[in-house]
Structures are given as C-alpha cells and as structure tokens.
C-alpha cells in the first residue's frame, strides 16, 4: 500500500520561505514520478513542480520557476518543496502526488497521470 505524508505548511508573510515535505511509503521516490500541486479556495488543483526519471527531471509552472524547487531524498524515501519569496497568490492546500504509470512520465503536469495523493497541507500568507 502506498501513502504520502505531508508536512511543513503553516502562516508565513509576504517574501518568506518554506520548505514542505512528503514521505512516500510502499513506492520509491526514485523511480516513480512525483510531484506537488496546489489548490487555492475555489479552483483547480494545478500543478507546482514535478520530478521523475533516474537523471531526476523536471518541470515547473510558468510562474514559479526560479522560486520553488522540487527535489528527492531517495534514502529518506522523501519528497521537497522549497518555496522561496513566497506572494499572496502562493496560499492554498498543497498535495503531494506520486505516480507509476507511463502517463505519470509523460504528462508530469495533469493530476490525472497521478496514482497516489498525500492528505494536503495548508499554506497560508499573510502581508
């Protein structure tokens, strides 16, 4: 059985930083797809940054590349998000997503490549 534990969101101000974490059990990190997303009150849950393959690939959304940065700890079997100058738009719930099938290498940014979720954990800025 695989599950995903989420930790590491909390209030922070404008420009502040934050790191969220996501254990894995019963999948490796290292050879699934992983992934976070984000879902603000009232919209869709849109993809953040995602990681798979052996040479650790990546994507980011537009709009947050060069502040946010995925990585993997393989032998802590664990997923990073390390958010940097956090804006007010960065608040909502996080989701940690891990996935095995081809599409989760294919489409690395639509929820539907994903197999598995963590419960969310919420991010809230204030100014």
């Known amino acids: 059985q695989v599950q995903l534990v989420e930790s590491g969101g909390g209030l922070v101000q404008i420009g502040d930083s934050l790191r969220l974490s996501c254990t894995v059990s019963?999948?490796?990190?290292?050879?699934?797809?992983v992934a976070w997303f984000r879902q603000a009150s009232g919209k869709e849950r849109d993809i953040v940054a995602a990681?798979?393959?052996?040479?650790?690939?990546?994507t980011y959304a537009d709009s947050l590349k060069g502040r946010f940065t995925i990585t993997r700890d393989s032998a802590k079997n664990t997923v990073y998000l390390q958010m940097n100058s956090l804006r007010r738009d960065g608040a909502a719930v996080y989701y940690c997503a891990v996935g095995f099938k081809e599409d989760s290498f294919s489409y690395p940014s639509s929820p539907a490549s994903y197999d598995y979720w963590g419960q969310g954990t919420q991010v809230t800025v204030s100014s």
């Open positions: 019963g999948r490796s990190v290292t050879s699934s797809a």
């Open positions: 990681l798979s393959g052996s040479r650790g690939r990546t």
